[in-house]
Structures are given as C-alpha cells and as structure tokens.
C-alpha cells in the first residue's frame, strides 16, 4: 500500500511557476509509474502527465506540454511537477497518482492517490 502527500500549491499570477512535490511512503517507489492528475472547478478529473520508473520516459497531455516538466527522485521517494507559463485555465485541484506497468492516462488505470492540493492562477 503506497501513501503519497502532495505539496507546493498556491496562489501564483498568470505568468508564474509553481512546482508541486508529491512524497511517497509504505512502498517501493521505484516500482510504480507515477502521474499527474487534476480537477479543475466543476469539472472531470483529467490527465496532466506520467512518468516511468526509471524516470526515462514521460507523457504529457497536449495541454501543458511544453510548459510542464514531471519528474522523480527514486532515492527521494519523490515526484514532482514543474509548472512554468502557468494560466488562469490551469487552475485546479491536483493529484498524484501511482500505478504498477505500462503507460496510462487515465484515472482509472491508477491505483494510488494523493489527497490532492490547490494550485491557482489568478490572471
């Protein structure tokens, strides 16, 4: 069972950086694909971004690439995600997520979740 504790959130301007952390625990880290997901205010879940195991290789959803870079500290237990040139429209709720295997972008292909932290983009 992987717990996972995102950090970093807040109130940030149109323009600006934000990178959010997410720490896992009660698992080994470097066994799991690792992702990014949020919500955006009245809205469905959606896929942001993942990363595999070794860190090699990620995937970004259309809408952040470019603009947001995921990655991990296997000797850290950590992942993180770098938001630069950050929008109004990135305003959301965002989770970490964990999966065992092969590439997923959606919510139900993962099994672990953070509680999730507010990230907002005031323009």
């Known amino acids: 069972q992987v717990q996972l504790v995102e950090s970093g959130g807040g109130l940030v301007q149109a323009g600006g950086s934000l990178r959010l952390s997410c720490a896992a625990s009660?698992?080994?880290?470097?066994?799991?694909?690792m992702a990014w997901f949020r919500q955006p205010p009245g809205k469905e879940r959606e896929f942001v971004t993942t990363?595999?195991?070794?860190?090699?290789?990620?995937y970004y959803a259309d809408s952040v690439k470019g603009r947001f870079t995921i990655s991990r500290d296997n000797a850290k237990n950590t992942v993180y995600l770098q938001m630069n040139s950050l929008k109004p429209e990135d305003t959301a709720v965002y989770y970490c997520?964990?999966?065992?295997?092969?590439?997923?972008?959606?919510?139900?292909?993962?099994?672990?979740w953070g509680q999730g932290i507010q990230v907002t983009v005031s323009s």
């Open positions: 990363i595999n195991w070794s860190g090699g290789s990620s």
């Open positions: 009660g698992g080994t880290f470097s066994n799991y694909r």
């Open positions: 997520a964990a999966k065992f295997g092969v590439l997923g972008a959606h919510k139900s292909d993962y099994d672990y």
